[in-house]
């Protein structure tokens, strides 16, 4: 039977959904399920640690090192090391305190909590991420060097939560990492080194439809009409 129903940690639901959560039979449907919400957590904890990354080497002033993409925001540039530390650290003082702590509730339920790091960001910056890192491995950091470990891994699917519960768990990490991912995408686009995706697909829209207009419509033609006739006026005079 999961953990996680009846772990001391476990503190959301009603007793009565948790009673009956945690009877149910899990059928192979329901453990399929789990699988997937389990890799799109993990997908979006993974994305967001690379521009978390990334945003982390340009506040250490090794910003130099990362290419500067191509199609970079306008007008965007690399500032101080210590301009970016700042906007950092007041931007994930509150995004990073509630993951941390949907994913310190999630791993008490697999792990002994007190080999886990320490939740609460104000202590520990670095919480959501340590255990981001525990998520997505799927075993403690001194594991990594047993193979017995490795089984682990495959056991998730098994041990997490597979009721309704669980998926909601699941969700708000999910929902959490995807926010956090984007304000740091957002911070990287400010300082020069990532794409601003948005603007130039915005850009790309503009650009076809004014082509569109231009061409199909036959704005062009009407335009170098007036403007043949302009200069025929301005000869004739």
């Given at each position: 039977m999961p953990r996680i129903y009846s772990g001391a940690n476990y503190s959301m639901g009603d007793a009565a959904l948790e009673s009956r959560a945690a009877?149910?039979?899990?059928?192979?449907?329901?453990?399929?399920?789990?699988?997937?919400?389990?890799?799109?957590?993990?997908?979006?904890?993974?994305?967001?640690?690379?521009?978390?990354?990334?945003?982390?080497?340009?506040?250490?002033?090794?910003?130099?090192?990362?290419q500067t993409p191509i199609?970079?925001?306008?007008?965007?540039?690399?500032?101080?090391p210590e301009v970016m530390a700042l906007r950092l650290r007041r931007q994930r003082a509150d995004d990073e305190s509630e993951l941390a702590l949907h994913l310190h509730q999630l791993l008490s339920e697999v792990f002994?909590?007190?080999?886990?790091?320490?939740?609460?960001?104000?202590?520990?910056?670095?919480?959501?991420?340590?255990?981001?890192?525990?998520?997505?491995?799927?075993?403690?950091?001194?594991?990594?060097?047993s193979a017995a470990s490795v089984g682990s891994v495959w056991m998730w699917p098994?041990?997490?939560?597979?009721?309704?519960?669980?998926f909601v768990v699941m969700t708000a990490i999910r929902s959490s990492a995807d926010v956090a991912k984007h304000k740091e995408e957002l911070a990287c686009?400010?300082?020069?080194?990532?794409?601003?995706?948005?603007?130039w697909i915005k850009l790309g829209a503009a650009t076809f439809v004014g082509w569109i207009v231009w061409d199909k419509l036959g704005v062009g033609v009407r335009v170098k009409r007036a403007l043949g006739a302009g200069r025929s006026r301005r000869s004739a005079r």
């Open positions: 009877n149910a039979p899990i059928t192979s449907a329901q453990a399929q399920a789990s699988k997937r919400e389990l890799a799109r957590m993990r997908a979006s904890l993974a994305s967001w640690l690379k521009y978390r990354g990334m945003n982390d080497t340009i506040a250490a002033g090794q910003g130099a090192s990362i199609f970079k925001k306008p007008g965007a540039s690399l500032p101080t002994d909590s007190s080999s886990l790091p320490d939740p609460n960001v104000q202590q520990n910056p670095n919480a959501a991420v340590d255990l981001a890192r525990i998520a997505i491995a799927g075993k403690l950091p001194t594991e990594a060097a098994l041990v997490v939560v597979i009721g309704v519960v669980a686009i400010e300082a020069g080194k990532c794409t601003d995706t948005g603007f």
